[in-house]
């Protein structure tokens, strides 16, 4: 743990030992791309109650969601939406936990009819 970030460690085994690392605030988003569906997007691995900034690419033109919400005790968040016929095209998300970054996850929303 650094600071109250939960982070989550990452063994590595090579020939001449075994490595440890930490990542921060892991972000996934679930759903088939397709306007009117549903989609969620699950933070995990942050840091208890802790701030999160949403940061975006929406068709090549950036923006933030500066106090999008807050992390339960655990460090995890989800939300849930659907597709609207505005949020066709290509997007990539990016979380802030308390200055440290997500990884990054790139989709795209299509009319699937």
């Known amino acids: 743990m650094v600071g109250d970030l939960a982070l989550c460690k990452i063994y590595v085994g090579a020939g001449n030992g075994v490595f440890e690392t930490d990542i921060g605030p892991v972000l996934t988003v679930h759903s ?5 569906s549903a989609w969620r997007l699950v933070v995990s691995h942050a840091g208890g109650n802790s ?29 849930f939406g659907t597709f609207s ?3 066709e095209g290509t997007h990539q998300l990016r979380l802030d ?17």
Do not use: M, Q
Not at 59 to 75: F, H, R
Not at 101 to 112: D, E, I, Y
């Open 51 to 79: 701030p999160i900034r949403l940061l975006g690419i929406s068709n090549g033109v950036s923006w933030e969601i500066p106090d999008w919400s807050l992390t339960n005790g655990a460090g995890a968040f989800t939300a």
């Open 32 to 36: 088939d791309g397709c306007i009117g």
């Open 97 to 113: 936990v308390r200055g440290t970054l997500s990884n990054t996850v790139s989709f795209t929303v299509t009319n699937c009819r």
């Open 85 to 87: 016929p505005s949020s």
